[in-house]
């Protein structure tokens, strides 16, 4: 399974998802969601093979929160330093 940040995927509640973010976690792969409609539900789930299996240990998702966001931290400024270099 490839998933891109900001790609839109459908999730096993029938809602439509951004990916918004990915870790890596003990040899895992793990990805945050954000609800597309005006909730801002935020899922997490890990990679397994070629599908993905909901998160819901709160221990877990806590150790992945600064990961995750220090990886979309990385995204956005890596964004903004290409769309600044798209304008030179």
């Keep these: 399974m490839n998933l891109r940040i900001e ?14 973010s990915y870790a890596r976690h003990n040899g895992n792969i793990y990805y945050c969601f954000i609800d597309n409609e005006p909730s801002n539900k935020i899922k997490y789930y890990q990679e397994n093979n070629d599908s993905l299996a909901l998160v819901e240990n709160q221990e877990l998702i806590n150790n992945l929160i600064p990961i995750f966001a220090q990886n979309a931290n990385y995204i956005f400024k890596a964004v903004l330093e290409n769309e600044i270099l798209d304008y030179e």
């Design 7 to 20: 790609e839109i995927i459908t999730l096993d509640d029938g809602k439509d998802y951004i990916v918004a």
